[in-house]
C-alpha cells in the first residue's frame, strides 16, 4: 500500500499566486516526520522544510508553510508568491522511527510543478 | 557546512564496463545514504551506512553493486558490468545523528550515469 501519496502529477500556475502541493500519508505510528523536497531539471534534491508529528505549530521557512492536519493524514506544501524559479518536482517523504533503524525515506511519485510567467 | 559533494556530475559509459562514484558527506554528519532515482519517479534507497558500519541493503542492489565507506568519511559505489537498466541519477544523501528521525537528509547534485 502507497505510504505516502501525492495526487498531483503536474500543476501549472500563475507566477506571484500561491499554490498548494498536496500530500497524504499513512502510518500507525504516533512518531514520524514529514518532509519536503524540491528537485529542479538540474537533478539535485533540496531539503525545504520539516514537520514533526509532535509539532503543535505548522512549518513555516519563507516562502514555504506546512499545512499539517494530522487526523487528516496529511501534510500539504504551500508556497505563497511563487517565482519562476519554483518550477521544479517536489517529493513529499516520511520517515518512521519504528521501522527501520536506518532511518530511511519513504517518497511520494512526486508533483511537477510550472510557473507560468 | 560545504555540503554534500558527489563526483562526477555525470558518466557515460558502454554496457559490461564498470564504474565508480564517490560522495563527500557534510563532515559532521555520520549517516551516509545511496539511492538511485530514475526519470519521473521518486528515490529508490539502495543502501545506507552508520559512520563505517553498512548496516541496510537494499534488494535492488545487485551483485553487482557494492559499496563502501572505508573511514566512515566519504563513501564510494561501484557497479560492475553495467546494464543499461542502470542508467539512473545516483544521489548520496547524509545526515546528523543528532535528532534521529527528525534530521533531514541532505543531498549531493547527484551524478547521473549513461549505459549506451
Redesign the interface.
Known amino acids: 500500500a502507497q505510504k505516502i501519496t501525492q495526487t498531483q502529477p503536474g500543476m501549472f500556475v500563475q507566477e506571484k499566486e500561491a499554490v498548494t502541493l498536496d500530500c497524504t500519508y499513512d502510518t500507525s505510528d504516533q512518531s514520524y516526520g514529514l518532509f519536503w523536497y524540491k528537485q529542479p531539471s538540474s537533478g539535485e534534491m533540496i531539503f525545504l522544510i520539516y514537520q514533526g508529528s509532535y509539532d503543535e505549530q505548522n512549518a513555516t521557512e519563507g516562502r514555504y508553510s506546512l499545512n499539517f492536519q494530522k487526523a487528516r493524514k496529511s501534510a500539504n506544501l504551500v508556497i505563497s508568491a511563487s517565482q519562476l524559479g519554483d518550477s521544479a518536482m517536489y517529493f513529499c517523504a516520511m520517515r518512521e522511527p519504528e521501522m527501520d533503524s536506518n532511518y530511511q525515506l519513504i517518497w511520494g511519485a512526486g508533483t511537477k510543478l510550472i510557473i507560468k510567467p | 557546512d560545504t555540503g554534500v559533494s558527489q563526483d562526477p556530475r555525470h558518466k557515460i559509459t558502454k554496457r559490461g564496463q564498470n564504474v565508480t562514484f564517490r560522495c563527500d558527506p557534510i563532515s559532521e554528519h555520520n549517516?551516509l545514504?545511496w539511492y538511485r532515482q530514475t526519470l519521473?519517479?521518486?528515490?529508490e534507497?539502495l543502501t545506507?551506512f552508520?559512520n563505517e558500519a553498512q548496516?541496510?541493503k537494499s534488494r535492488l542492489l545487485s551483485d553487482r553493486f557494492s559499496a563502501e565507506r572505508p573511514k566512515g568519511s566519504f563513501s564510494t559505489l561501484e557497479i560492475q558490468r553495467t546494464e543499461q537498466g542502470d542508467s539512473a541519477?545516483y544521489?548520496c544523501?547524509s545526515?546528523s545523528p543528532g535528532q534521529?528521525?527528525?534530521?533531514?537528509?541532505?543531498?549531493?547534485?547527484?551524478t547521473?550515469l549513461t549505459v549506451t
Open positions: 549517516r545514504y519521473g519517479q521518486g528515490p534507497f545506507y552508520q548496516l541496510e541519477m544521489l544523501a545526515s534521529g528521525y527528525n534530521s533531514p537528509l541532505h543531498f549531493g547534485n547527484g547521473r
